[in-house]
């Protein structure tokens, strides 16, 4: 016997199912290397705020002109630090919509074979009833002819007693 067209969905289904979970997974670590990135860029952008204002504080105090160039150059370098910084965040949040749309296609692919599955064991459901109604209904006439045979047959025996 054949196996049914479910069955042979099953595996199918078990697929994508998988793929699903793993799209999911990818989204799931794509948020987290987001939240990481964000995290970074404002303890960077933190400490330059406390850079500036201990600079700041400063600048009542005679500073000489060694130390001033260090500072700005420092704060040169912290500033091209966080645009990098702000660079991951744009790549990590482009990548996690990447990986979101990935999830909701492959979420949106396992519930049609989900529902294509469901449809089938239906079809065959409704199948197997409308055979057992049709052996039902061959019985009951194999029943009523046989009762008439039987009644005709009583008739004719009765007949000759």
Known sequence: ????????????????????????RDYGQGRQRLEDALHKLQQLESYREEYAERLRGQGAQTVDLVQLQSARHFMTRLNEAIRQQQLEVDRQTAGLESCRTAWLESRQHSHDLDDLACRYQREELSLLERKAQARA???????????????????????RA
């Open 137 to 159: 209904d061959e019985l009951a006439a194999q029943r009523l002819v046989w009762t008439r045979q039987n009644a005709s047959a009583a008739v004719l025996n009765g007949d």
């Open 1 to 24: 016997m054949l196996m049914q067209r479910s069955q042979r969905m099953k595996p199918v289904v078990d697929v994508a199912r998988r793929r699903e979970e793993n799209r999911l």
